[in-house]
């Protein structure tokens, strides 16, 4: 069998062997012929002795060129394979297939599926193989995954029916890592390659680097698909949104020419809300603003579909799941009913809550308001609900107890006799965990408020001033980090000190009230005080505009969305909640808190029965999005907590590959498979073939021996 050397071109140093032989041929004696008148008295020499001489020296230049020779060959390397066959006997094979799984593999292209070409390249590999060749199987997917040890080829080839693409992105130096690891611990008398099945997707090639090939090992590239393909995708649906931001969809075209127009379609509750058709420039996304509908209170799914057939289906869907919360109840007191609405006390106010009031939309929006007389409110507030609150995430013992209130908020103008019943029912409101916006006027008389609500007002009523009618008063010092000027807090969001304010009442606050705005004098303008589990909320001004013009004014509508925030107790002001969101392959983790230790979940995936998770020691949940749609957390009760939409990686949307020279190109190759240090890096080493470098260079020393003893014999 041939050698082989791994550094042959090392070989050309051998032309170094003349340097010994100049050097011999310098050193040799030379004879001179000397002219003597007599010989007689020269000693006699034995006449072997020089042609003992002469062959010694042959000798040690001989074993000078051999130790030169083998440390020169030794630096080639030479070897040769043990799993060499001799002549007409086949070389057992080991392979390990690299089969792709990742979403991308599910595409279709001029050349069909991609899934199927892969398992039919998949099964004529496994095919070509004989019954004594041994083959492995290496699933490349969210992680990569030995299938199957090295077997019998029938054995592999019956396992690649049960198999399909995962919704997930697959990592191809993950997959070879796992390959290399196989053959490190297979038979070193098989020949050993590695065969990679895959579209070669760029983005599934990119940590090839990191996974390092023997310098011995054959890895194979089988391509399956088109190495350009076009395809259009929902990248993103994005709910979780501040007040003036509407939520939205991302669509993007990975081809390189202009596609064509595409249907696009949104649902909402598997309802659809609008259709349209967008055309996309090669390469180029677009944001679509999507408008939703009015919704209750609760969870709600949302999806976008793509409606024209494209290279990968899997990405022409996209979910989302959001929460609204309740609307915030809001009775409102009006004295003067009868009269036309904008006569009314609460007439702004209650627009500025619900501009929609009396229409066909009415208690549909984020406040839900109702007018009641102050009779009619005695037995509307003593009213109870059965209903939990609808807010996501776990509620407390407090909030379950505030949501059975009827109303969240009770505003009532100034009322010229309020009477017991009224003020007993609001009492009790109150304490129970409801609050009460109170607006003074020209009805209030100091006598009764004092009276029926000292216990419950944030201050004693005092007379009524004017103030000069050339210089109304102007809100002064107002208290930035209070919730009812939270719209207020960032430069340019209004100017509270443009209303003017020409009547008010003398307060003098209680204890435990806070002020929490100021006239421009000092005087109070607007104070808080706890009552029980409730809240009350004085301002010193009319609702209407006989006493103040600020229901004209823009800094209103927040101002007062602010207040009515403040006294439900919310002080998020998003008019809905984005659920949590994941991708699929990968695994959800829910921070549920220290109260859901150890606590038995139900989830209920998109497809197929619900299953259970434990949280663990910190609370937190854990469970496998395995494919797209949405997932249902619920408590023990079965009621739902959370909910998770799963999405496919939207980098699998891109469908270019590499082409397989480019793949090979990447790879790298180690520089030490077997022993570490400086004799690995210099030699290197492989466990399918034999080197003697380790022989010659012990040999090489044997000789330097035996010439040093033989030079030392001829010298002596």
Not at 74 to 91: E, I, L
Not at 110 to 131: F, I
Not at 411 to 436: C, D, I, K, S
Request: with cysteine; proline share 6%.
């Amino acid at each position: 069998m041939p050698f082989i050397f791994t550094n042959a071109a090392l070989l050309a140093a051998l032309a170094g062997l003349g340097i010994p032989i100049a050097i011999h041929l310098l050193m040799k004696r030379r004879q001179v012929r000397m002219k003597f008148s007599t010989i007689r008295f020269f000693q006699q020499q034995d006449p072997q002795a020089k042609a003992r001489r002469k062959l010694r020296n042959l000798l040690l230049l001989l074993l000078r060129l051999l130790a030169f020779s083998l440390v020169v060959l030794a630096f080639a390397r030479p070897f040769f394979r043990r799993d060499g066959a001799s002549p007409g006997q086949r070389q057992r094979r080991q392979v390990v297939v690299v089969l792709d799984r990742s979403l991308s593999l599910g595409a279709k292209d001029s050349k069909g599926v991609r899934w199927d070409n892969a398992l039919a390249a998949t099964r004529r590999l496994v095919g070509s193989l004989g019954a004594d060749d041994r083959v492995a199987l290496v699933s490349c997917a969210a992680r990569a995954e030995v299938l199957s040890g090295f077997a019998p080829p029938a054995v592999v080839a019956a396992k690649l029916s049960a198999l399909a693409p995962e919704a997930s992105t697959g990592d191809l130096a993950d997959g070879l890592r796992e390959a290399t690891r196989l053959v490190a611990t297979g038979d070193p008398s098989y020949v050993s390659s590695v065969s990679i099945v895959s579209d070669f997707q760029r983005n599934g090639a990119l940590g090839l680097d990191t996974a390092p090939v023997a310098p011995g090992l054959t890895v194979e590239t089988v391509p399956v698909g088109d190495v350009l393909a076009p395809n259009l995708a929902v990248s993103d649906l994005q709910f979780d949104v501040g007040e003036t931001n509407r939520p939205y969809t991302t669509l993007a075209s990975h081809a390189d020419e202009d596609t064509a127009a595409a249907n696009v379609e949104f649902l909402v509750d598997g309802q659809s809300q609008w259709k349209q058709t967008v055309a996309l420039p090669a390469g180029a996304t677009t944001n679509l603003d999507l408008r939703l509908p009015r919704l209750a209170a609760g969870w709600h799914r949302a999806e976008v579909r793509l409606g024209n057939p494209d290279g990968l289906a899997a990405d022409n869907r996209r979910f989302a799941t959001f929460n609204i919360p309740p609307s915030t109840r809001v009775l409102a007191i009006e004295g003067r009913r009868g009269v036309r609405s904008f006569q009314e006390q609460t007439f702004f106010a209650t627009a500025a809550l619900d501009p929609e009031l009396g229409t066909t939309n009415a208690g549909t929006g984020r406040y839900l308001v109702e007018k009641a007389t102050p009779e009619e409110a005695v037995a509307k507030l003593r009213a109870r609900v059965a209903r939990k609150a609808t807010d996501p995430g776990p509620t407390t013992a407090a909030a379950d107890a505030r949501a059975a209130l009827p109303y969240d908020v009770v505003m009532m103008p100034a009322q010229r006799q309020p009477g017991t019943a009224l003020a007993g029912a609001l009492a009790e409101y109150v304490r129970a965990g409801g609050g009460l916006l109170v607006f003074l006027g020209e009805d209030t008389g100091a006598t009764e408020a004092n009276s029926y609500f000292a216990d419950l007002f944030p201050a004693r009523v005092g007379k009524v001033e004017k103030s000069d009618t050339t210089e109304p008063w102007r809100m002064g010092e107002t208290d930035p980090a209070a919730t009812v000027f939270a719209a207020f807090r960032q430069p340019g969001s209004g100017n509270l000190a443009i209303p003017e304010f020409t009547s008010r009442h003398a307060l003098l606050p209680v204890a435990d009230a806070t002020v929490l705005a100021r006239f421009d004098d000092g005087a109070p303008l607007l104070l808080s005080r706890p009552a029980g589990a409730g809240r009350v909320l004085l301002a010193n001004f009319s609702p209407d505009t006989r006493w103040t013009d600020w229901p004209k004014h823009k800094t209103f509508v927040p101002w007062l969305h602010g207040a009515t925030r403040f006294l439900a107790g919310r002080t998020d002001e998003r008019v809905l909640f984005g659920g949590n969101s994941a991708t699929t392959g990968t695994e959800v983790t829910l921070e549920l808190g220290a109260a859901s230790k150890g606590v038995s979940f139900g989830i209920k995936p998109p497809e197929g029965p619900e299953s259970s998770a434990n949280a663990d020691d910190h609370g937190t949940l854990r469970f496998d999005a395995r494919m797209p749609g949405i997932y249902a957390v619920r408590d023990d009760a079965g009621r739902e907590l959370h909910r998770v939409a799963a999405n496919v990686p939207a980098s699998e949307s891109d469908l270019a590959s590499l082409r397989p020279e480019e793949f090979r190109q990447k790879l790298v190759r180690r520089e030490s498979p077997r022993d570490g240090g400086i004799a690995s890096a210099m030699f290197g080493g492989d466990r399918n073939r034999e080197e003697f470098w380790r022989v010659l260079i012990a040999a090489a020393i044997a000789l330097l021996v035996a010439e040093t003893l033989l030079s030392n014999r001829s010298s002596a």
